[in-house]
């Protein structure tokens, strides 16, 4: 049961299994942060829930854009007889130019999208 003075203020009991090893780590980050295990975890559960927010369907449209992908890189593989061994073939050239494609977004991003 929670302490009387908790009550006052949250109306609501979670009760969550964790390993010791994470709670562990709860309790050490929340006697770094001068605070209190319950305390610690309520802020990490607003946080979370900011960053949903924030980030709204971000996670799901980066999902459709890579079955989008991988669509069109089968399609193309079933049609035409070298795709296949093609594909393998390029996909490391097709990481590196996406991962400079995102460094040059990132940065144009930081500098207020002026460079769009």
């Known amino acids: 049961m929670p302490a009387p003075r908790a009550a006052r203020f949250y109306d609501v009991l979670l009760r969550v299994r964790m390993s010791r090893a994470m709670f562990d780590l709860l309790r050490r980050d929340a006697a770094a942060q001068d605070t209190n295990v319950s305390a610690l975890v309520r802020e990490l559960i607003a946080a979370g829930a900011r960053r949903t927010e924030e980030t709204g369907d971000c996670e799901l449209a980066a999902v459709a854009a890579l079955v989008a992908?991988?669509?069109?890189?089968?399609?193309?593989?079933?049609?035409?007889?070298?795709?296949?061994?093609?594909?393998?073939?390029?996909?490391?050239?097709?990481?590196?130019?996406?991962?400079?494609?995102?460094?040059?977004?990132?940065a144009a991003l930081a500098e207020g999208g002026r460079r769009w």
């Open 69 to 106: 992908t991988e669509h069109a890189r089968l399609l193309l593989e079933a049609i035409l007889p070298e795709a296949g061994r093609r594909s393998g073939e390029l996909r490391q050239r097709a990481a590196n130019a996406a991962s400079t494609r995102l460094d040059e977004t990132r």
